[in-house]
């Protein structure tokens, strides 16, 4: 197996869903990840039946997984990025603001709208 990947990552909606998909791609990437950071908001937007997200329960459960919450001082900064980029996506938001606190690469499904909220992101498209 090849290096770890140097810097964390942070994952949308979208890499989540790619995870449940089996998206070898993603999951390649994921095995070779230290640190894995998911804002609550996205595991609110894509968590319907555990039941069936067996991909997504295991995915959650590990140990290399952070999930960050969305508190009030999160709410509040992630409200700031929303009207400085002119958005109304708490969620893609509340992605871009991780990414920059913990200096990681996104992966995403949807590059063109995590750009315009922070044209300096750098992300992995799935």
């Not at 390649?28 to 997200?53: K, S, T």
């Amino acid at each position: 197996m090849g290096a770890k990947c140097p810097r964390p990552v942070v994952l949308d909606a979208g890499a989540l869903i790619a995870v449940e998909r089996s998206n070898r791609r993603i999951v390649a990437l994921l095995e070779l990840a230290d640190e894995i950071h998911v804002p609550a908001a996205v595991v609110a937007q894509v968590w319907r039946n555990p039941a069936r997200q067996v991909r997504l329960v295991r995915l959650l459960a590990t140990e290399a997984i952070r999930i960050t919450a969305l508190d009030e001082i999160e709410a509040r900064a992630v409200g700031h990025l929303c009207a400085a980029s002119a958005t109304a996506n708490i969620v893609d938001a509340s992605v871009a603001l991780l990414a920059r606190r913990v200096a990681g690469v996104v992966v995403t499904s949807d590059p063109d709208d995590l750009s315009a909220i922070d044209p300096g992101l750098e992300l992995f498209t799935c």
